[in-house]
């Protein structure tokens, strides 16, 4: 029987990350490297991706994600710089205060929210996909979130909506590519305790509790939890998932009242 070295799982695949340089994002940029991947960040602080970049050993590319020749140029440097593109995990987000109940939500943050997370998943996959498909093999991870497939009444109506649109997105993806050896799932991590978490939270303590208690693990996720989720997305482990909604939540989702 053939052992598995599962710490090479990735050994030999190019991973490109967007939002690379904190939260979800580092952590799965660091997983992957652990299980053999060459890693290319994308990020939009020059700074915070640099700096990643050069404690990883990795690749930075800056880029603004809603920007169409931007992600081009990711995805175009990391194949002439590593070679290929085996692993899109395409995670950058936004969750902006303005961003609110739908009475109180404006246009321009709908936009931005919009823009930031859902269109340059769009953008991100055509990318990717432009060079896995003369490959005819590839992994693609899009983050949505468990707000994907449930509703809220502490609402952030754009976010929402944004993330119920990579979800759709990704399932229509993984089916139309299937045969071509490209995988495409969905992410749908529950609240993860990042700098975007805590800096939404900090402002409204009151909020924070009121989303914890509804977590039946009675936690927020580490990043690092949902980073070995991306890892096994990634990987020929995850061989036979594609377009699916790959729940991370602690059971937020699958529960009626949380445990005592």
């Known amino acids: 029987m053939t052992r598995v070295d599962l710490t090479q ?3 030999g695949k190019v991973a490109v990350v967007t939002g690379g340089a904190s939260g979800i994002g580092l952590a799965s940029a660091r997983r992957m490297q652990d299980e053999g991947a060459t890693i290319v960040i994308g ?3 020059p700074q915070a991706g640099g700096a990643v970049a050069e404690d990883l050993g990795a690749l930075f590319v800056p880029v603004d994600v809603a920007d169409e020749a931007a992600v081009n140029d990711l995805f175009d440097t990391a194949v002439k710089t590593c070679g290929s593109v085996d692993i899109a995990f395409n995670n ?4 902006p205060p303005e961003d609110d109940l739908i009475e109180v939500t404006g246009l321009d943050a709908w936009d931005r929210v919009q823009n930031v997370n859902l269109k340059s998943v769009f953008l991100c996959c055509r990318a990717a996909l432009r060079h896995m498909v003369p490959q005819q093999r590839g992994s693609i991870i899009n983050t949505a979130s468990f707000v994907a497939v449930m509703g809220s009444a502490t609402s952030q109506i754009s976010y929402t909506a944004s993330k119920g649109g990579v979800l759709a997105m990704s399932r229509e993806l993984g089916v139309q590519y299937a045969r071509q050896g490209i995988r495409v799932n969905a992410l749908c991590p529950g609240p993860v305790n990042t700098p975007l978490l805590q800096e939404l939270f900090a402002k409204d303590p009151e909020r924070a509790a009121r989303r914890l208690v509804h977590v039946p693990v009675g936690r927020f996720a580490e990043p690092e939890e949902l980073a070995a989720a991306v890892a096994f997305l ?19 989702s699958g529960h009626y009242v949380t445990p005592l």
């Open 43 to 45: 990020d939009i602080d």
């Open 9 to 11: 799982r990735l050994a």
């Open 92 to 95: 950058a987000g936004i969750s």
């Open 234 to 252: 990634a990987s020929d482990d995850a061989s036979f998932i594609t377009a699916s909604s790959f729940l991370v939540d602690g059971g937020i």
